[in-house]
């Protein structure tokens, strides 16, 4: 049910605030900017502390994972919607929208990461055995298509947001909807680890000692120097950098790039909308009738065979050229589906990345939430690190001027804007998923798939 909320608010979020605040807001260049590095330092601090207080704390709304998703919840709702009602009228360049971007980029990653760490360490508490966590893995995609769907609808309803007034009632209706499905999860879910009434289980974690000490910045420093040790979990967090990367360009700057290289008249909006969803979509099925090579090859071979896919993909669009539209429409979508799929399962290695550092440290209970923020604190910055970049470059070539001067562009300008384009939806994740698969064949688990229990659950 939390991934069903979530994903209802997130991927809307995520695929429209960019083109909002660069399009119709007018955002300056330098603002976007600053927005996106305040962002991007925010974003990685605040994922360890927080996994920091979900393991160490004694609050309840923060050591237990239902609470924190509970109380976090409508906060996580009510963020999202910060970036769909301006503050004012906006000028081209005004200071405010500047201003406006922040708060909002801040404020609901916040939100997201409080409640999505306290659901991410249910993920790796709820059991131990790897068939249930494929068995959670199969639920969270069936939620996670319901609720990516509303990207397609969210399309169709406000028409790629041309009627911005219908645009900004979807999104209210998302976020109530959003909201109810995680309070479900905070009044119903339970890990392993919760100290929950007088069941035997729940006395026995309630007799040992904590598995850390007061929280202080020693302790936290300790903490995270044991997990950075972990070979596997370095090998993995450059991996998922390079994901989070690749996902962040997709989600962006996809409405962008289709709009700009692919003509009208070849996809009217209505098939644009369909694409857009299906990008969104696609993954959850493609992971669900993927679940007997999960349980067959296991997620380390498919997640490698991701990058071989994505790169191959990529050198052949780039080898047939910018004129087949058909072709570069599927392969925009094919994208999407595939780098997201494969991004679904990157639950799995850091749940045995938990296992391993609870086994090794002996710990009472596992530091799930610190496991998962760490990786945070080092991949999340390639979510401003995307924009950032891909915006400077598309400027170089004229993109803010182009947009400004609209039907009256220069047609050469707009020719070399449009090859730039297309050289970035080619190049980029052909390079990015050949970095992925050098870094990613180190990872040593690669057999949990294999092993009946790794510990036993009671």
């Not at 993995?236 to 009208?264: D, G, R």
Request: with cysteine.
């Amino acid at each position: 049910m939390t991934t069903l909320g979530s994903c209802m608010i997130k991927h809307i979020f995520g695929f429209h605030y960019v083109k909002l605040f660069i399009n119709k807001y007018k955002v300056s260049e330098g603002a976007f900017h600053k927005s996106q590095v305040v962002y991007m330092v925010w974003n990685a601090v605040n994922d360890p502390l927080f996994g920091y207080l979900q393991d160490n704390s004694r609050v309840p709304c923060c050591s237990q994972r239902r609470l924190s998703i509970l109380y976090g919840a409508p906060l996580y709702s009510l963020t999202f919607l910060l970036a769909w009602f301006p503050w004012r009228t906006y000028a081209p360049g005004d200071w405010l929208s500047g201003l406006h971007l922040t708060v909002t980029l801040c404020a609901f990653d916040s939100l997201l990461t409080f409640v999505l760490l306290a659901q991410c360490a249910l993920f790796a508490e709820i059991s131990s055995h790897h068939q249930s966590r494929l068995r959670l893995v199969k639920y969270s995609q069936v939620a996670s298509l319901v609720g990516s769907s509303s990207i397609l609808f969210c399309g169709v309803v406000s028409k790629n947001m041309e009627d911005f007034g219908a645009f900004q009632a979807y999104t209210v209706l998302i976020a109530i909807l959003s909201c109810a499905c995680m309070l479900y999860t905070g009044f119903h879910s339970e890990s392993r680890f919760d100290n929950k009434g007088s069941e035997p289980e729940a006395q026995q974690y309630e007799d040992r000692p904590s598995p850390q000490s007061e929280p202080s910045f020693s302790n936290l420093r300790t903490l995270v120097l044991q997990i950075l040790t972990n070979r596997d979990f370095l090998t993995f967090v450059v991996m998922n950098f390079c994901q989070v990367f690749m996902l962040a360009f997709f989600n962006n700057f996809t409405i962008i790039l289709t709009e700009h290289l692919i003509p009208p008249n070849v996809l009217p909006s209505l098939a644009k909308s369909i694409m857009y969803g299906a990008g969104f979509i696609c993954p959850q099925l493609l992971v669900l009738s993927c679940q007997s090579l999960l349980h067959g090859l296991g997620y380390y071979r498919i997640i490698l065979l991701t990058f071989y896919t994505e790169a191959v993909m990529a050198a052949i669009m780039l080898a047939l050229g910018p004129q087949h539209y058909y072709i570069l429409a599927f392969f925009l979508t094919a994208n999407m589906v595939i780098i997201q799929a494969a991004f679904s399962l990157f639950g799995l290695p850091l749940a045995d990345i938990i296992d391993t550092d609870l086994q090794k440290y002996k710990r009472s209970s596992p530091l799930s939430s610190m496991v998962f923020g760490t990786n945070a604190l080092f991949t999340k910055p390639a979510q401003s690190l995307a924009p950032m970049i891909v915006l400077y470059i598309l400027n170089q070539f004229g993109y803010e001027q182009l947009k400004s001067a609209g039907a009256d562009s220069n047609q050469s300008d707009l020719e070399s804007l449009h090859y730039v384009m297309f050289y970035l939806v080619c190049l980029v994740p052909m390079c990015i998923a050949a970095l992925q698969a050098v870094a990613w064949r180190p990872f040593s688990i690669r057999n949990s798939h294999t092993v009946e229990t790794k510990y036993i659950d009671n």
